[in-house]
């Protein structure tokens, strides 16, 4: 069966330093990541994703994000935080060979940014 | 420009309506989706579908109904059956297969307030 962990519900960071948001997945076969962030009153957008190549992958807006295998985890960071990208932030795992149902939301990461 | 459209984006009800939320797209997807978002959680799967004419239930979809009479439409029906429908409502849909599989894209979103 496959879970997603966020492992934070809230960071709170200031504009310029980094930003680290954690996410550890649970799944029995290759998995598909991804990263979406959401802004207040709005759907979801995709910043990255990885589907089983570059285990570094570069999204929108300066986001990128490491998948590590042994540690079942793939946090995504930014090396300078903006004011707009205080939103919220959740970590998907889809199995890439089970039915486009089997995907798994983590319960999310408000990210706050301090002037 | 493909892309998902719901509508309304704002919609009141009174207890014991019936109400019916559209969702469209154009980027000719088979897969489909209903999420739940409650304030400060993440999403719940109401319905999906893989394929014209047939849908399947998600984790709640108790007092709400669907239809997938097109490939592009994929509306959804909060009945009064439905005991606290008061909610923001998402439609996605994804490709079954391909580099795209298991990526949702997201409409902006429908809020729905029971008065």
């Known amino acids: 069966a496959q879970s997603v962990t966020q492992l934070d519900s809230h960071v709170s960071v200031s504009e310029g330093t980094p930003v680290l948001l954690r996410c550890n997945y649970s799944?029995?076969?290759?998995?598909?990541l991804f990263w979406y962030v959401q802004h207040p009153n709005k759907g979801l957008q995709l910043l990255l994703k990885?589907?089983?190549?570059?285990?570094l992958v570069k999204g929108i807006n300066g986001f990128e994000a490491e998948f590590k295998k042994s540690e079942t985890s793939f946090h995504l960071t930014k090396p300078s935080a903006h004011m707009s990208d205080a939103a919220e932030y959740f970590c998907?795992?889809?199995?890439?060979?089970?039915?486009?149902?089997?995907?798994?939301f983590g319960s999310g990461t408000r990210l706050s940014i301090r002037p | 420009d493909g892309g998902i459209t719901q509508s309304p984006k704002y919609l009141f009800r009174k207890e014991g309506q019936n109400v019916t939320l559209s969702c469209e797209q154009n980027?000719?997807?088979?897969?489909m989706y209903w999420y739940r978002q409650d304030p400060g959680q993440g999403l719940r799967l109401i319905y999906y579908?893989?394929?014209?004419?047939?849908?399947q239930k998600g984790d709640i979809a108790e007092g709400y109904s669907v239809s997938r009479e097109k490939k592009e439409s994929f509306p959804l029906t909060v009945t009064s059956a439905q005991k606290n429908p008061t909610a923001f409502y998402l439609c996605?849909?994804?490709?079954?297969?391909?580099?795209?599989?298991?990526?949702?894209?997201f409409g902006e979103g429908s809020r729905l307030t029971v008065l």
């Open positions: 980027l000719n997807h088979d897969a």
């Open positions: 579908s893989q394929i014209v004419n047939d849908f």
């Open positions: 998907v795992v889809s199995d890439r060979y089970s039915s486009a149902s089997k995907i798994i």
């Open positions: 799944s029995s076969y290759s998995p598909s």
């Open positions: 996605a849909s994804s490709p079954t297969s391909g580099r795209g599989y298991g990526e949702l894209f």
């Open positions: 990885y589907t089983s190549a570059a285990t």
